[in-house]
């Protein structure tokens, strides 16, 4: 579903260009979780970037469900953003201002929907992430868990095929945490809409929840369980 093959990516110039991806490979299918954890500062988000299109690579190629990209400036690949990927942060980024449905139906606006079919998909999402009675709730009316699960229906209403999740738990008491873990597993499993995630996180918790796990290191990604990437961590 994501063929990720031999991505690079430099940063600065001359003696100050710090080489972060150095021919990074790796493979997602279909209604997997994937979680990627490696020392800070080895390149986990820029990874994530990448393939969500809001940087380019200096080598390599993407291929999602069809689609190639990789090097293609972020303004080539508007669709990859649009339709191929949703994004789940550590930090919520809900307007304040709006209510639950408005939240996920103004991403969809702003993708191209219709606002009759925003509205509609919002609902749906909102419903499959066990937020249906919180529809007409703003931000500060809810948990924090409930506010992650508004983004999660923001990610997902748009049939996208793969979440990008970058900590997607860190801001989240344990037991909210525990309850976002058993959401994404039930999405990565729908019988109707399965999708894949790939999930940063720093938590082996998390990790060990994963269908798989891979470490970041030195630019380059391993396939690895959690003892070992845990101990090079620790080692860092």
């Known amino acids: 579903m994501l063929e990720v093959t031999n991505l690079t990516k430099a940063f600065g110039s ?69 339709k191929g990927v949703g994004w789940i942060f550590q930090d919520f980024h809900l307007v304040p201002s709006l209510s639950a449905k408005d939240n996920v139906a103004m991403a969809l606006e702003l993708c191209g929907y219709k606002s009759e079919e925003a509205e509609e998909r919002a609902v749906a999402a909102l419903n499959e992430v066990g937020l249906g009675d919180r529809t007409h709730h703003i931000p500060d009316q809810l948990s924090g868990g409930q506010q992650q699960r508004v ?31 058993e959401l994404f597993k039930r999405l990565c499993k729908d019988e109707e809409n399965p999708i894949s995630i790939l999930m940063v996180t720093h938590d082996p918790d998390l990790a060990t929840q994963a269908d798989r796990m891979l470490l970041l290191r030195e630019g380059k990604t391993f396939a690895s369980d959690i003892r070992s990437a845990w101990g090079i961590e620790e080692e860092e």
């Not at 200096?58 to 953003?81: A, F, H, N």
């Not at 999660?152 to 209403?157: D, E, M, S």
């Not at 049939?159 to 999740?165: V, Y």
């Not at 860190?170 to 309850?179: R, T, V």
Request: hydrophobic share 40%; proline share 3%; glycine share 14%.
């Open 151 to 181: 983004a999660i229906a923001r990610a997902i209403a748009g049939k996208r095929s793969i979440l990008l999740a970058d900590e997607p738990t860190g801001n989240l008491d344990i037991a909210s945490g525990k309850e976002i873990m």
């Open 14 to 82: 001359g003696s100050n260009k710090l080489q972060v991806l150095k021919g990074v490979d790796m493979t997602i299918t279909k209604g997997e979780m994937v979680a990627l954890m490696g020392p800070s500062g080895c390149g986990k988000s820029t990874l994530l970037n990448i393939i969500g299109g809001l940087l380019s690579a200096d080598s390599g190629e993407i291929d999602l469900e069809g689609r190639s990209y990789g090097r293609q400036k972020p303004s080539d690949v508007v669709d990859i953003r649009r």
